[in-house]
RNA sequence: GGCUGGGUGGCAGAGAGGAUAUGCAGCGGACUGCAACUCCGUGUACACCGGUUCGAAUCCGGUCUCAGCCUCCA
């Protein structure tokens, strides 16, 4: 496979070239949890889940990691003072970890071959943080451990910022403990309501960064090939775990190839929580299927911002509208009846043009425009075995993408709006159809109208009457 | 101020020196009892100003403008 990612790193386009083509190794940032996510932090779950897919198609060995960031100051201040907080606080990032998990896997994502947590991950965080003391990257003071940032002499490397850059207009906390302003907390200590765990420095909890380098290291390696995340977190996230993981593990790069999507806007604004201009994926589920979120995030390019709105969402509904429709077309007596059928599927039996797009950094709307090449040829060839060859074609390709998961029938008689139930549906197109046959049109029309009044719509074909959901 | 990346038809959004992107919506036609679905047809689209070139939306320079990061953020 020519799988080629734009790398942050560089700033360039590059060829893809695995550390070891027998065990390619991914790791994405996941969310902090403290609240329902919204669907801006679903786009890095979506876009990393299609490099994942991407992945293992062309690669025997795939693994992936997307952590949960369960401990942080954040956290601890979403649940009030009380007498056992630090119950409350398990309590709360258990809640948000499990609504997090649910609304990814509403968006059609594949569970990662692994799922680590912060707080698993103590004892690795504070002998990471004994590796960077000895190594003379790190220094406690006064309860604190600090990574001494001029220790690093490429610090700035992959945000692409010089130390001056940073003190330039700088909003960094200074702290009488710090050597250096730039310097970054690994460890601070913990009062009693506040989590914390016993370590070589006074009872305490990790700063953010480190859990990252800490669990990419156990469960990945010390060098991975591709490090992902949303653009926001170049800065200073990313350009600190990739200190620590220089400094702590080897002198390879940290990762290969570094991959950042853009944000999602809403009127004009990046969606951020601290704005409030944000639409959680809780929310839209009542009104939209998690496939048709996932199509509207798939239809920008994932580095690129993306406007978010209704009406996007509506037109991704309509988009898939027509997949379906032509998958519908072929029968479902031919072949599968899903995508879920082709989880195995490999790169070389994928239409090229899916495969082409994609490899080129992950070209979602290019991909997507030729499933509907595809759905086009179905719907114009009259040849039934063709018709069955670009149903797989475009079946194997919605699998790459996550999409086409629903049979045709569940999409579009799906029972989430439905007002009617079937057995009256078909009972009323009966009717219809006897006066139809009467040519009593008058009849017939009142009949649909009434089924369109309740979100049903009806379809004459030649092999009878059928009727979806709008 | 520094660093990124943008400005494409009603909307979304690819492409990238000479090509029909694609989808949604609209309009005309075919099909249909009428519709729906589907098919066929339909848009002087590439922010602005210069330059390079036989030819520029695509390259170069400038202008305007938008978003992101520089602080927690996906």
Same mark, same amino acid.
């Given at each position: 496979?020519?799988?080629?990612?734009?790398?942050?790193?560089?700033?360039?386009?590059?060829?893809?070239?695995?550390?070891?083509?027998?065990? +390619?190794?991914?790791?994405?940032?996941?969310?902090?949890?403290?609240?329902?996510?919204?669907?801006?932090?679903? *786009?890095?779950?979506?876009?990393?889940?299609?490099?994942?897919?991407?992945?293992?198609?062309?690669?025997?060995?795939?693994?992936?990691?997307?952590?949960?960031?369960? $401990?942080?100051?954040?956290?601890?201040?979403?649940?009030?003072?009380?007498?056992?907080?630090?119950?409350?606080?398990?309590?709360?990032?258990?809640?948000?970890? !499990?609504?997090?998990?649910?609304?990814?896997?509403?968006?059609?994502?594949?569970?990662?071959?692994?799922?680590?947590?912060?707080?698993?991950?103590?004892? !690795?965080?504070?002998?990471?943080?004994?590796?960077? $003391?000895? *190594?003379?990257?790190?220094?406690?003071?006064?309860?604190?451990?600090?990574?001494?940032?001029?220790?690093?002499?490429?610090?700035?490397?992959?945000?692409?910022?010089? @130390?001056?850059?940073?003190?330039?207009?700088?909003?960094?906390?200074?702290?009488?403990?710090?050597?250096?302003?730039?310097?970054?907390?690994?460890?601070?200590?913990?009062?009693?309501?506040?989590?914390?765990?016993?370590?070589?420095?006074?009872?305490?909890?990790?700063?953010?960064?480190?859990?990252?380098?800490?669990?990419?290291?156990?469960?990945?390696?010390?060098? &991975?090939?591709?490090?992902?995340?949303?653009?926001?977190?170049?800065?200073?996230?990313?350009?600190?775990?990739?200190?620590?993981?220089?400094?702590?593990?080897?002198? !390879?790069?940290?990762?290969?190839?570094?991959?950042?999507?853009?944000?999602?806007?809403?009127?004009?604004?990046?969606?951020?929580?601290?704005?409030?201009? +944000?639409?959680?994926?809780?929310?839209?589920?009542?009104?939209?299927?998690?496939?048709?979120?996932?199509?509207?995030?798939?239809?920008?390019?994932? *580095?690129?911002?993306?406007?978010?709105?209704?009406?996007?969402?509506?037109?991704?509904?309509?988009?898939?509208?027509?997949?379906?429709?032509?998958?519908?077309?072929?029968?479902?007596?031919?072949?599968?009846?899903?995508?879920?059928?082709?989880?195995?599927?490999?790169?070389?039996?994928?239409?090229?043009?899916?495969?082409?797009?994609?490899?080129?950094?992950?070209?979602?709307?290019?991909?997507?425009?030729?499933?509907?090449? $595809?759905?086009?040829?179905?719907?114009?060839?009259?040849?039934?075995?063709?018709?069955?060859?670009?149903?797989?074609?475009?079946?194997?390709?919605?699998?790459?993408?996550?999409? @086409?998961?629903?049979?045709?029938?569940?999409?579009?008689?799906?029972?989430?709006?439905?007002?009617?139930?079937?057995?009256?549906?078909?009972?009323? &197109?009966?009717? *219809?159809?006897?006066?139809?046959?009467?040519?009593?049109?008058?009849?017939?029309?009142?009949?649909?109208?009434?089924?369109?009044?309740?979100?049903?719509?009806?379809?004459?074909?030649?092999?009878?009457?059928?009727?979806?959901?709008?």
């Amino acid at each position: 496979m020519q799988l080629k990612i734009h790398n942050t790193f560089s700033g360039k386009k590059e060829l893809f070239v695995p550390r070891d083509p027998n065990r +390619i190794t991914l790791y994405a940032c996941g969310p902090t949890v403290y609240n329902y996510i919204h669907i801006g932090n679903g *786009r890095p779950a979506v876009v990393f889940d299609v490099l994942f897919r991407l992945l293992k198609a062309g690669f025997p060995n795939v693994a992936y990691a997307r952590n949960i960031t369960d $401990i942080d100051d954040k956290i601890n201040a979403a649940v009030p003072d009380s007498n056992d907080k630090n119950a409350a606080i398990r309590e709360l990032s258990d809640y948000y970890s !499990e609504a997090y998990t649910k609304d990814v896997s509403a968006l059609g994502t594949l569970t990662p071959t692994f799922v680590p947590r912060a707080t698993d991950h103590i004892e !690795e965080i504070i002998a990471l943080i004994k590796t960077l $003391i000895e *190594r003379g990257h790190a220094y406690a003071a006064e309860g604190h451990v600090l990574f001494d940032v001029p220790s690093y002499a490429d610090y700035g490397q992959l945000s692409n910022r010089s @130390l001056q850059d940073m003190l330039d207009g700088a909003r960094v906390e200074v702290a009488p403990y710090k050597k250096d302003p730039k310097d970054f907390v690994l460890w601070k200590p913990s009062d009693d309501k506040t989590p914390g765990w016993d370590s070589p420095w006074g009872k305490g909890r990790p700063g953010w960064h480190i859990e990252c380098s800490a669990m990419i290291h156990k469960h990945l390696g010390p060098s &991975i090939d591709i490090h992902g995340g949303g653009s926001d977190l170049i800065f200073p996230h990313h350009e600190n775990e990739l200190a620590q993981g220089r400094c702590a593990f080897s002198d !390879e790069p940290f990762a290969n190839y570094w991959m950042h999507n853009g944000m999602l806007t809403l009127g004009n604004e990046k969606m951020s929580k601290s704005v409030g201009n +944000i639409e959680t994926i809780r929310d839209l589920l009542k009104d939209f299927r998690g496939e048709t979120l996932r199509y509207a995030l798939l239809t920008g390019k994932y *580095r690129s911002p993306l406007s978010w709105s209704r009406e996007l969402v509506a037109q991704a509904k309509s988009s898939l509208d027509r997949l379906y429709q032509s998958i519908m077309q072929v029968g479902d007596t031919t072949g599968s009846a899903t995508s879920l059928a082709y989880s195995e599927v490999n790169i070389k039996d994928l239409p090229p043009a899916v495969v082409k797009a994609l490899s080129d950094d992950l070209n979602t709307p290019l991909a997507l425009a030729a499933m509907h090449e $595809i759905a086009g040829d179905i719907n114009k060839s009259d040849d039934p075995k063709r018709k069955a060859e670009l149903k797989t074609q475009l079946l194997a390709s919605g699998w790459l993408l996550g999409l @086409l998961t629903y049979t045709p029938a569940t999409w579009f008689q799906g029972e989430d709006k439905r007002e009617i139930d079937e057995t009256d549906i078909q009972a009323l &197109i009966a009717e *219809r159809n006897q006066a139809r046959s009467d040519k009593n049109w008058q009849k017939a029309d009142e009949v649909r109208d009434h089924l369109l009044a309740m979100n049903i719509e009806l379809e004459d074909t030649a092999s009878g009457t059928r009727w979806k959901t709008i």
